[in-house]
């Protein structure tokens, strides 16, 4: 193909497609073997530094905040992160130094709560690297090649764009038509982890609502941690095989982790913590904070489960997820009708 034009963005996550095969086929069991593991055990096994990451759902939904927590504990670092609807999951990643590399499709804010001042901090100080750029659907099209086993995938969006000019796609002469197409690479995440609403102790998950990406994602990544909200019975899976999204010969590890997006929501069972995430994005605004909250919510506690017990415990996630409380006009502390000033701001 002739070659029109090309991004500047480094290229990451990439690997030759028969290659990622091969290595799929050598290290992935196709038998049913229980792969339940701790939150500690998951991260210290499968989360290598330098590794290319990416965390599953969407913006403050259904993340998988017990890993992020547990990426942070064990001190992590170099690691390259797939920076696709990113907020809260990614904001303590890169704020807490262990993200020093992203490929930016949305990184980093917390949507209407405001802009996200650690992330913010950590590049303008050259801690943390935007070395790509793309579009949400860039991303969900780069999982999508690699799920299919192809080198890239062709588009006709980005074209024409300043998003085209900080990627790593190319441009080329499309042999059919003679007109410019966008090439946009595969990505292959060396991790993934995703947060579900059940599974069985193989790794056979359901989700409820919405998957965004985490099908494909699921189908890419080299491994895949589950953490879910339950485990429930292989048989219980098998009435209703239609819900399966993911099947077992795709994961790795099985965490069980009651409330593991907190203080992000899961869909159906529990809202945001709104309390929780303006703490911290009035702490993250200085580096002083920063390290409050983490001596205290991360580096303070041995586990996810004290994590839960110091935001609250069981009063504090029951009215979370109490139906009521769904329901009701949001009142959040992050409003200046509120508390003042948007602590996810600059002034």
């Known amino acids: 193909m002739m070659i029109l034009d090309e991004g500047n963005g480094s290229l990451v996550g990439w690997y030759d497609p028969d290659e990622a095969r091969d290595w799929v086929i050598r290290n992935k069991p196709r038998t049913l073997v229980d792969k339940t593991m701790s939150v500690s055990d ?43 609807t990113a907020t809260h999951d990614a904001d303590l990643l890169i704020t807490a130094g262990c993200v020093d590399r992203v490929e930016s499709a949305y990184i980093c804010g917390h949507e209407l709560r405001g802009l996200s001042p650690g992330s913010r901090r950590m590049v303008e100080r050259g801690h943390c690297k ?5 579009s949400n659907a860039g991303y969900q099209w780069r999982f999508l090649a690699a799920m299919m ?11 024409g764009t300043d998003t085209f000019a900080h990627s790593s796609c190319k441009m080329v002469v499309d042999p059919f038509s003679g007109k410019p197409i966008c090439l946009i690479p595969a990505a292959y995440p060396d991790v993934a982890f995703i947060h579900v609403h059940r599974c069985d102790i193989y790794g056979n998950a359901q989700i409820d609502g919405i998957i965004v990406e985490d099908f494909e994602i699921a189908r890419c990544a080299r491994r895949l941690i589950l953490t879910t909200e339950e485990i429930i019975d292989n048989e219980l899976i098998r009435s209703d095989p239609a819900r399966t999204c993911i099947p077992f010969i795709l994961v790795d590890a099985v965490v069980e982790v009651p409330y593991g997006s907190h203080p992000a929501e899961m869909p159906g069972l529990y809202y945001f913590d709104e309390d929780h995430i303006a703490e911290w994005l009035r702490l993250s605004q200085t580096q002083e904070g920063t390290d409050e909250y983490l001596n205290k919510y991360v580096f303070g506690v041995d586990s996810f489960a004290d994590y839960l017990q110091l935001c609250g415990g069981k009063e504090r996630m029951d009215y979370l997820r109490d139906r009521e409380h769904l329901l009701q006009p949001m009142t959040a502390p992050w409003r200046r009708d509120n508390r003042g000033a948007n602590p996810g701001k600059s002034e």
């Not at 096994?45 to 969407?58: H, K, N, P, T």
């Not at 935007?130 to 793309?134: D, M």
């Not at 086993?149 to 074209?159: A, D, W």
């Open 149 to 159: 086993g192809l080198p890239f995938i062709p588009s006709r969006n980005l074209l």
């Open 42 to 84: 998951a991260v210290s096994r499968f989360v290598q530094d330098e590794s290319f990451i990416v965390s599953g759902a969407f913006g403050q939904i259904r993340i998988s905040m017990a890993i992020i927590y547990e990426i942070i504990r064990q001190r992590k670092r170099r690691l390259v992160m797939a920076g696709k």
């Open 130 to 134: 935007v070395v790509a750029e793309t």
